[in-house]
């Protein structure tokens, strides 16, 4: 009944951009932390960056600079903006919730939907 859904995922050169989109169902994003996460083949599940309920952003060294996360709570979403695309960001993105809510970028989190594809290349 509650869940997320990535979109926005596709394929693109070097130095090109996309816009991710997680939106939630079934429950409010408000007062959630949310996180984005990617997965590479044969690659450990890696944190990307996450935003907290209060707005409050943070990044992995490797996107900071190139990757900027968003809310937009009246429509129940987050974005994940991502300029600058190298062919080692090319993942299987998936955004989460923190769980409990309250928990925050650095606590508990649970995903839902089966992310979005980014593949970055030539």
């Known amino acids: 009944q509650v869940y997320l859904v990535e979109s926005g995922g596709g394929l693109v050169q070097p130095g090109g951009s996309l816009r991710l989109s997680c939106l939630a169902y079934g429950f409010r994003l408000d007062y959630h932390a949310i996180g984005w996460f990617r997965q590479a083949p044969g690659k450990e599940r890696e944190g990307v960056s996450c935003?907290?309920?209060?707005?409050?952003?943070t990044y992995a060294d490797s996107v900071k600079g190139r990757f900027t996360i968003s809310r937009d709570n009246a429509k129940n979403t987050v974005y994940l903006q991502m300029n600058s695309l190298k062919p080692e960001d090319t993942a299987v993105y998936s955004c989460?919730?923190?769980?409990?809510?309250?928990?925050?970028?650095?606590?508990?989190?649970?995903?839902w939907g089966q992310g979005t594809q980014v593949t970055v290349s030539s």
């Open positions: 989460a919730a923190d769980r409990p809510p309250g928990a925050g970028c650095f606590g508990d989190f649970g995903s």
């Open positions: 935003i907290s309920s209060e707005g409050v952003t």
